[in-house]
T-cell receptor, first 115, second 115 residues
């Protein structure tokens, strides 16, 4: 069975702090895809990143970075120098190699960045 | 602009009154899907469609119907809504084909309340 666990339900930081959101996944597929989405208070889902299982290279995009480690089945997300606008719920998701492109979602981590 | 649109964005209705939530995409995507988001349960897939006239059940299809008569549209139908279908609904679409890691584009969400 496929599963995504985001152990941190809520995180609260002060602006400019670095924060890491954890994501651990389970799958038997040898090919799979991992995603991070952001859901701001307005409710829409904003795509942040996609990572393929055969590409363990870490990625940096501005203040955002992602650490993918197959050995520990983790795909963690770090925000450097957090800002109030980063306050949102962040979801990690997994998709297998099957035809149904269903995403298996973690329950999300609610991040509050306080001024 | 490439996008997935949903209508209505907000709806309050009463038990038993049939309703349809429309979803339309302008990216010529083959794959479309519906999710519902509930506190503590995350996002769960309701139905999906691999292409025109091809639909299949997701994880929580009970109480819902879908149709895919045209490539761009994938309406979600609640024949007899009940209060347990109060939720935030998302429509998503993506390309199919060999590139299985295609990003899923999400609509803005429809917040449904069934009294």
């Amino acid at each position: 069975a496929q599963k995504v666990t985001q152990a941190q339900t809520e995180i609260s930081v002060v602006e400019k702090e670095d924060v890491t959101l954890d994501c651990v996944y389970e799958t038997r597929d040898t090919t799979y895809y991992l995603f991070w989405y952001k859901q701001p208070p307005s409710g829409e889902l904003v795509f942040l990143i996609r990572r393929n299982s055969f590409d363990e290279q870490n990625e940096i995009s501005g203040r955002y970075s992602w650490n993918f480690q197959k050995s520990t089945s983790s795909f963690n997300f770090t925000i450097t120098a957090s800002q109030v606008v980063d306050s949102a719920v962040y979801f990690c998701a997994l998709r297998g190699a099957g035809n149904n492109r269903k995403l298996i979602w973690g329950l999300g981590t609610s991040l509050a960045v306080n001024p | 602009e490439a996008q997935v649109t949903q209508n209505p964005r907000y709806l309050i209705t009463v038990t038993g009154k049939k309703l349809t939530v429309t979803c339309s995409q302008n990216m010529n995507h083959e794959y479309m899907s519906w999710y519902r988001q509930d506190p503590g349960l995350g996002l769960r897939q309701i139905y999906y469609s691999m292409n025109v006239e091809v639909t299949d059940k997701g994880d929580v299809p009970e109480g819902y119907k879908v149709s895919r008569k045209e490539k761009r549209n994938f309406p979600l139908i609640l024949e007899s809504p009940s209060p347990n279908q109060t939720s935030l609904y998302f429509c998503a679409s993506s390309l199919s084909g060999l590139a299985r890691d295609n990003e899923q584009f999400f609509g803005p969400g429809t917040r449904l309340t069934v009294l």
